[in-house]
């Protein structure tokens, strides 16, 4: 199977239709059942098609042809069963009502890229979280709002248990004034901003809970360490060239790999699908976990023909003094050249993109 990879953004823009039908879904903590009021949420999203091309390298991100629905889901205090609606896209369009929505804080609203089976297409999930009341309102989900929802996405499974309501007291704007503030923490030696998708939700979900809803001070605690793959390619025919990915939802894409030796780092500690893909031999997936502050070493040998063989190697924790991975090299061979040429220098870093974004690093010819 084949991915077209783009840039895309994700948009959801909430209005508020009419608040006309009492509904008793709320405990309270003293256990009297209120009457909620209820609103509908006018839901659009758009686009997940292809939208940037910056000076000599092309954006792209997430197999979009294969994203053919959306599933939107919408929870929180008060919320007695979570509102799940499926919407179709195409070309990277959709737009829905969510109707009967109670109003209150702290709504997780929840967007997850699908394909034609219905399952979710890795990395193709974010969040954000919004208060709902009488009017008009507006939610943005990107991935910058995404660790603010991931946040209260664990508050709102241990509230449940527990019988709390931190996922509804907690205030939203202390909570994404430190997901920025975590964003502009620059570890030694490391430029650039770090992708959303590595702070880390429970551990400050569970310094809330320990504080009993106040809102952390910004550490680096809280910024889990990216892994890194090392990759070795062998066997390509003269002329052959090959893409390799990780479908995590940080690092980036590597495209017209030749014989040699590579670098993809900042890849989002976890379970991850490695990719390789070419014009001559299709495509080859296998699945490794990336730790934290890991290197993981692969070696792909093909034939000239056909892949003869995926080598993983043991994992390789980061030991010693060693807290962040120091910068990468740029992602191009550092032993028998590609026939693209390679850069003469590493590229300034490219400002992350929101929504379903991931970075394709290509060299215009």
């Not at 959709?94 to 990395?123: C, F, K, M, Y």
């Amino acid at each position: 199977m084949k991915a077209v990879f783009t840039r895309s953004s994700l948009l959801l823009a909430l209005a508020m239709v009419g608040c006309v039908t009492p509904t008793p879904l709320w405990d309270t903590p003293a256990g009297h059942v209120a009457e909620q009021e209820t609103g509908a949420l006018k839901v659009e999203l758009g686009a997940f098609r292809p939208k940037i091309t910056v000076s000599s390298f092309q954006a792209q991100a997430l197999p979009v042809a294969t994203i053919t629905q959306a599933r939107l889901t919408v929870r929180g205090h008060g919320i007695a069963t979570p509102l799940v609606m499926t919407v179709p896209v195409s070309n990277g369009i959709a737009s829905a009502e969510i109707q009967n929505i109670p109003v209150g804080p702290n709504r997780l609203i929840t967007a997850e890229g699908l394909d034609t089976n219905g399952s979710v297409v890795p990395g193709a999930l974010i969040r954000a979280i919004a208060t709902v009341q009488r009017g008009a309102g507006i939610v943005s989900l990107t991935w910058h709002s995404t660790p603010a929802g991931s946040v209260v996405e664990r508050l709102l499974e241990s509230d449940l248990a527990a019988g709390t309501t931190l996922a509804s007291s907690v205030s939203a704007n202390d909570l994404q004034a430190l997901v920025l503030q975590l964003l502009s923490l620059q570890p030694p030696q490391v430029a650039g901003e770090w992708h959303p998708s590595l702070i880390k939700a429970e551990a400050i979900a569970a310094r809330i809970r320990a504080s009993n809803g106040a809102i952390p001070a910004a550490e680096q605690a809280f910024i889990a360490q990216p892994a890194t793959l090392h990759l070795q390619i062998k066997g390509l025919a003269v002329g052959r060239t090959l893409k390799a990915r990780v479908n995590d939802p940080a690092s980036r894409i590597l495209v017209d790999l030749g014989n040699g030796s590579y670098q993809l780092p900042s890849i989002t500690p976890g379970t991850w699908t490695m990719v390789f893909e070419s014009p001559d031999f299709g495509v080859e997936s296998a699945e490794a976990i990336f730790g934290e502050g890991a290197s993981r070493s692969v070696v792909v040998d093909y034939s000239g023909s056909e892949l003869a063989t995926v080598d993983f190697g043991p994992e390789a924790t980061a030991s010693g003094g060693v807290s962040w991975p120091t910068p990468a090299p740029s992602p191009w061979p550092t032993s028998t050249p590609s026939p693209t040429p390679a850069p003469t220098s590493t590229p300034a870093p490219t400002p992350l993109g929101d929504a379903f974004y991931n970075l394709l690093i290509r060299f215009d010819q």
